[in-house]
């Protein structure tokens, strides 16, 4: 079953609403705060809901997004680093045109699942 397949896991569930601040940077560091703090974790499944909140494509004056962008793709770069965890990312959206093409190519595997209305 599901449940015992990721039993030895530690399961995270990130999603912008839950770190997201009103005060000028507190996001990106909140972020980076979590992502260093999953990273330290040996056997971790960690999924990203609407990651296209997180690596949206920047629009010329977009200054909200960028810093997010940006620790998001650190954060990747130094996934690829770390060969002796187990930590499998999984990232989901509705919008993956909406994606940055730079988040896009650190992606090892993309999988569209197609609403059930469609896939018949």
Do not use: M
């Not at 997201?20 to 705060?33: G, I, M, V």
């Not at 629009?59 to 965890?85: K, M, V, Y």
């Not at 940055?100 to 992606?107: E, G, N």
């Amino acid at each position: 079953t599901l449940a015992s397949a990721i039993a030895p896991f530690e399961v995270y569930e990130v999603n912008l609403t839950s770190i997201k601040s009103t005060w000028c940077n507190q996001t990106e560091n909140q972020l980076h705060r979590l992502l260093s703090y999953i990273s330290t974790k040996k056997d971790a499944i960690v999924f990203i809901d609407e990651v296209d909140s997180f690596v949206g494509q920047c629009n010329r004056g977009d200054t909200h997004r960028a810093p997010l962008l940006t620790e998001f793709l650190r954060w990747a770069d130094g996934l690829s680093a770390c060969i002796s965890t187990n930590l499998t990312v999984i990232c989901a959206t509705n919008c993956i045109k909406n994606c940055d093409p730079a988040f896009l190519s650190r992606c090892s595997r993309k999988i569209e699942l197609r609403p059930p209305s469609e896939a018949l």
